[in-house]
């Protein structure tokens, strides 16, 4: 079995490619982790086909972890997760905390669930 | 109504939101990421082109299950995602090719479970819930009444119009609107306002009807 993907989905091209770069390196470059950033014409937004394209690349049959930042991002990953014929997962985390806490535990060869699990913990580290 | 009906129904409402833009637009800037008009315009003259493509034979669930997907893949944003999740499911509710007003109800009802689905908001969140719920349940009341397609849609479209008014005194709890508090009462929701629009279009295409 394959380790479990992150797809990192943001209106912003740069943020999601920042995240991604971030969970790459906590991830000690064992785990695919994809952007899914902006519109398709690179613009602020988001992009369902982005999404689509983005789970392709980093599915190897481990299952993929979707990680969003508000709005938008959050639906169509959320459309995307009903309509996948792809076991994917959208996390209820914060996106860089999630992402990388995500990374961290893909990285160990830890299942979906697992995974999906750590990204949601991020919500219980406090800043202040 | 039938599978024409239908691409008829999407064509009009290309026509109105396109003809409306500039002001969904302006709603949009007040309180939300000002873009709505011009996207959604673009979103659903895209659906057209697509439905024009479709096979003559193209069924009612093929055709509002193809205008919903180009809606989300086109318009973007968290109005191309409910559209095109209202319209897909709406579209998987037509298991016939002649549709009469129990089917159409049942479509709309389909429609507005998917946006909460997704959306997760309620009635009185300042949202396109509140335009389209109203129109889902004045279409009932009046089919249960005895009203046909035609009158059922009109009651739907008025319904509608009167949901996305009473947007306007709401404090919004969903979207970039919520982040303004009490500074987002006062502003017509324009995700209401594109949902009326679109009611507007159905009593419009069917109205010969009758």
Do not use: C
Request: hydrophobic share 50%.
């Amino acid at each position: 079995m394959g380790k479990v993907g992150l797809v990192v989905v943001s209106h912003s091209r740069r943020l999601a490619e920042g995240v991604a770069e971030l969970a790459r390196e906590i991830g000690m470059h064992r785990v695919r982790v994809q952007a899914a950033g902006g519109d398709v014409d690179g613009g602020l937004g988001t992009s369902f086909d982005l999404v689509d394209s983005a789970v392709r690349t980093v599915d190897d049959g481990a299952g993929v972890v979707l990680l969003a930042d508000i709005g938008s991002a959050v639906l169509i990953s959320r459309l995307f997760v009903e309509e996948a014929d792809t076991t994917a997962v959208l996390a209820d985390a914060p996106l860089v905390e999630g992402a990388v806490a995500a990374a961290s535990m893909a990285a160990a060869g830890a299942d979906l669930d697992a995974v999906v699990a750590a990204a949601q913990s991020a919500y219980e580290v406090r800043k202040s | 109504m039938n599978a024409a009906d239908l691409t008829a129904w999407i064509r009009r409402a290309a026509e109105l939101v396109a003809a409306d833009a500039e002001r969904l637009t302006e709603l949009d800037a007040a309180i939300g990421d000002g873009d709505h008009g011009h996207n959604l315009a673009r979103g659903l003259a895209t659906a057209v082109d697509v439905l024009d493509e479709l096979p003559a034979d193209a069924s009612p669930q093929q055709v509002l299950t193809t205008a919903g997907r180009t809606l989300v893949s086109k318009t973007g944003g968290a109005s191309g995602a409910l559209y095109g999740m209202a319209l897909r499911r709406a579209g998987k509710a037509l298991k016939v090719d002649e549709i009469d007003a129990r089917w159409l109800g049942a479509a709309l009802r389909e429609a507005l479970a998917g946006v909460q689905d997704l959306g997760k908001a309620e009635e009185g969140d300042k949202t396109m819930v509140d335009a389209l719920a109203r129109a889902v349940a004045a279409f009932d009341a009046a089919r249960h009444e005895g009203a046909d397609l035609a009158g059922a849609a009109r009651a739907a479209a008025a319904a509608a119009e009167e949901g996305a008014q009473a947007t306007v005194p709401m404090q919004a709890r969903k979207g970039r609107a919520s982040y303004l508090g009490p500074r987002s009462v006062g502003h017509l929701d324009p995700g209401a306002a594109s949902t009326a629009l679109i009611l507007r279009a159905l009593a419009d295409v069917t109205g010969g009807e009758g």
